[in-house]
């Protein structure tokens, strides 16, 4: 069991990830900055399409949804939504689905015929059992669950009440579904305390204990000062999936005060909270960066994707303020009915959808056709790829020859090892060495000279002894890693895990 203090105690058993987008585990630097990096968008996207006339998707196909990646297969629950009357508006219910789909490689997706909701008169759709349907459906999967009837936890948005504004009128009521397969879904409660103007993004589970997230906006949410505000991040955490308290975290926001005459806000807004990725002791979150045209108009808003990171699952920042996770551009050519003289007045919409398989970060989104926020535009998913949590790297600065780095303090109650996830040019070398509590001490025996440079590129390499052995980290003491870095080096992660286990 190892130990982070990144904020608080974070004890976990699996690895622990120092991410270089992690200002908190790597809080100190010299001669280094921070380089962001962006995906790499799948050349057929978009890699799952809404349906053809007559089936559940036909309208739109949402990743308001999940991909997990279990016993070697993706798989993946999102929001089909059927063909809809044109004179539906934000004043009627909308149609909203969960439907399934599965892929061996994350790019070719199959809808399989489930044979469990008649939709149409057939059941063969892959609509999966769940009463009522819903929206922003969240899937947890949790394999060691002591009730194999509720492996799979999901909760979603029950309906849409009938839209009457902005107030506290407006009733959400999140459902709290569980599954054995997660194809058929049992309800276990409707926490009505949890419907305050929420529309639910995000289900993780951190330091043991159940998050759940969302955006809220004004009334129900107060900013610091009484600022004003749209759509806000928010977060509630429990011990148990059935049972949730009243009060939950304002986790992130984007209003500010601004130079603009006679304005307080900027227009920019959290859509959807964050999708949330927990790596153990730390949560990676993509969020809806929401631009809110001068004139208000839903028909001209437009969304891209922004990166935010968590030690604590609660509270959430930008490693680079006002960065661009994905941008809108090849989505605007996705749909079958995409026009060259369609607007950028697009949506992308992040799902719960991070998955890590060999060597690379998969990510899959949403994307709106032209329109804005309004329901006669379509959707289809897409994929995105990185280096393996190469979400950003530290790198000299560009006048520096060499420069440092220290860690948070860790304690070890096993085994494990060290692991480098970089990248190294011509003549570059990191050398390692870990250091007592206030970083003036060398912990005996874990010197530079005891331990080799490491000069090789890698996604996961060892570090190791002077002797070639792999390095093993000291148990029952506090200690950070200091790594000296010379030369072209991109540092994009490190992980302390047991050296004889891998873990990819």
Same mark, same amino acid.
């Given at each position: 069991?190892?130990?982070?203090?990144?904020?608080?105690?974070?004890?976990?058993?699996?690895?622990?990830?120092?991410?270089?987008?992690?200002?908190?585990?790597? /809080?100190?630097?010299?001669? @280094?900055?921070? !380089?962001?990096?962006?995906?790499?968008?799948?050349?057929?996207?978009?890699?799952?399409?809404?349906?053809?006339?007559? +089936?559940?998707?036909?309208?739109?196909?949402?990743?308001?949804?999940?991909?997990?990646?279990?016993?070697?297969?993706?798989?993946?629950?999102?929001?089909?939504? /059927?063909?809809?009357?044109?004179?539906?508006?934000?004043?009627?219910?909308?149609?909203?689905?969960?439907?399934?789909?599965?892929?061996?490689?994350?790019?070719?997706?199959?809808? /399989?015929?489930?044979?469990?909701?008649?939709?149409?008169?057939?059941?063969?759709?892959?609509? #999966?059992?769940?009463?009522?349907?819903?929206?922003?459906?969240?899937?947890?999967?949790?394999?060691?669950?002591?009730?194999?009837? !509720?492996?799979?936890?999901?909760?979603?948005?029950?309906?849409?009440?009938?839209?009457?504004?902005?107030?506290?009128?407006?009733?959400?009521?999140?459902?709290?579904?569980?599954?054995?397969?997660?194809?058929?879904?049992?309800?276990?409660?409707?926490?009505?305390?949890?419907?305050? +103007?929420?529309?639910?993004?995000?289900?993780?589970?951190?330091?043991? +204990?159940?998050?759940?997230?969302?955006?809220?906006?004004?009334?129900?949410?107060?900013? /610091?000062?009484?600022?004003?505000?749209?759509?806000?991040?928010?977060?509630?955490?429990?011990?148990?999936?059935?049972?949730?308290?009243?009060?939950?975290?304002?986790?992130?926001?984007?209003?500010?005060?601004?130079?603009?005459?006679?304005?307080?806000?900027?227009?920019?807004?959290?859509?959807?909270?964050?999708?949330?990725?927990?790596?153990?002791?730390?949560?990676?979150?993509?969020?809806?960066?929401?631009?809110?045209?001068?004139?208000?108009?839903?028909?001209?808003?437009?969304?891209?994707?922004?990166?935010?990171?968590?030690?604590?699952?609660?509270?959430?920042?930008?490693?680079?303020?006002?960065?661009?996770?994905?941008?809108?551009? !090849?989505?605007?050519?996705?749909?079958?009915?995409?026009?060259?003289?369609?607007?950028?007045?697009?949506?992308?919409?992040?799902?719960?959808?991070? #998955?890590?398989?060999?060597?690379?970060?998969?990510?899959?989104?949403?994307?709106?056709?032209?329109?804005?926020?309004?329901?006669? #535009?379509?959707?289809?998913?897409?994929?995105?790829?990185?280096?393996?949590?190469?979400?950003? =790297?530290?790198?000299?600065?560009?006048?520096? +020859?060499?420069?440092?780095?220290?860690?948070?303090?860790?304690?070890?109650?096993?085994?494990?090892? @060290? =692991?480098?996830?970089?990248?190294?040019?011509?003549?570059?070398?990191?050398?390692?060495?870990?250091?007592?509590?206030?970083?003036?001490?060398?912990?005996?025996?874990?010197?530079?000279?005891?331990? @080799?440079?490491?000069?090789?590129?890698?996604?996961?390499?060892?570090?190791?002894?002077?002797?070639?052995?792999?390095?093993?980290?000291?148990?029952?003491?506090?200690?950070?890693?200091?790594?000296?870095?010379?030369?072209?080096?991109?540092?994009?992660?490190? =992980?302390?895990?047991?050296?004889?286990?891998?873990?990819?």
């Amino acid at each position: 069991m190892y130990k982070s203090y990144a904020r608080n105690e974070i004890v976990f058993e699996d690895e622990l990830v120092l991410l270089a987008i992690d200002d908190h585990s790597i /809080p100190a630097t010299r001669n @280094l900055h921070l !380089q962001m990096e962006r995906p790499v968008k799948h050349a057929t996207n978009p890699v799952v399409r809404r349906g053809s006339k007559g +089936q559940p998707d036909a309208h739109r196909a949402s990743l308001f949804g999940t991909v997990l990646y279990i016993d070697g297969k993706f798989r993946m629950w999102y929001n089909a939504s /059927p063909e809809i009357d044109a004179s539906i508006t934000l004043n009627d219910d909308f149609p909203a689905l969960i439907a399934y789909a599965e892929s061996s490689d994350g790019v070719n997706w199959e809808k /399989p015929n489930l044979g469990l909701v008649e939709f149409n008169g057939s059941k063969a759709n892959n609509l #999966v059992e769940i009463d009522g349907g819903g929206i922003f459906c969240c899937v947890l999967y949790e394999p060691e669950a002591d009730d194999p009837e !509720q492996m799979y936890k999901m909760v979603l948005e029950k309906f849409y009440s009938r839209f009457t504004g902005w107030t506290t009128e407006r009733e959400r009521i999140t459902g709290f579904f569980t599954s054995p397969d997660g194809l058929r879904w049992k309800e276990i409660s409707d926490n009505r305390l949890i419907c305050q +103007q929420l529309e639910v993004s995000t289900l993780y589970k951190f330091n043991h +204990q159940y998050y759940l997230g969302g955006h809220q906006y004004r009334p129900t949410v107060a900013l /610091p000062e009484s600022l004003d505000c749209g759509r806000v991040m928010v977060t509630w955490r429990s011990e148990r999936f059935d049972a949730w308290p009243e009060e939950r975290a304002i986790s992130f926001y984007k209003p500010m005060r601004t130079s603009k005459p006679g304005s307080s806000w900027d227009g920019e807004e959290v859509h959807m909270g964050a999708a949330v990725w927990s790596r153990g002791n730390v949560c990676i979150g993509v969020y809806g960066q929401w631009h809110t045209p001068e004139d208000g108009s839903e028909a001209q808003v437009a969304v891209d994707l922004g990166l935010v990171v968590s030690n604590d699952g609660l509270h959430f920042r930008e490693p680079a303020p006002g960065y661009s996770f994905l941008e809108r551009d !090849q989505e605007k050519g996705w749909d079958r009915e995409a026009s060259a003289e369609d607007g950028d007045n697009i949506l992308l919409v992040q799902g719960n959808a991070f #998955v890590n398989v060999n060597d690379k970060t998969y990510f899959w989104y949403t994307a709106s056709t032209a329109g804005g926020n309004l329901l006669s #535009v379509h959707e289809n998913i897409g994929l995105a790829t990185l280096r393996r949590d190469g979400f950003g =790297y530290l790198s000299l600065t560009p006048e520096a +020859q060499e420069g440092s780095l220290a860690t948070c303090l860790i304690e070890l109650e096993q085994r494990a090892g @060290l =692991y480098l996830n970089v990248d190294t040019g011509i003549d570059s070398e990191i050398k390692v060495e870990l250091v007592r509590e206030g970083g003036l001490a060398t912990v005996p025996g874990y010197g530079v000279a005891d331990i @080799l440079p490491v000069i090789d590129s890698g996604i996961r390499s060892c570090v190791s002894r002077s002797n070639g052995k792999p390095l093993e980290l000291p148990v029952g003491t506090k200690f950070a890693i200091r790594l000296h870095i010379r030369g072209p080096v991109k540092l994009y992660a490190m =992980y302390i895990a047991n050296p004889f286990k891998s873990t990819m």
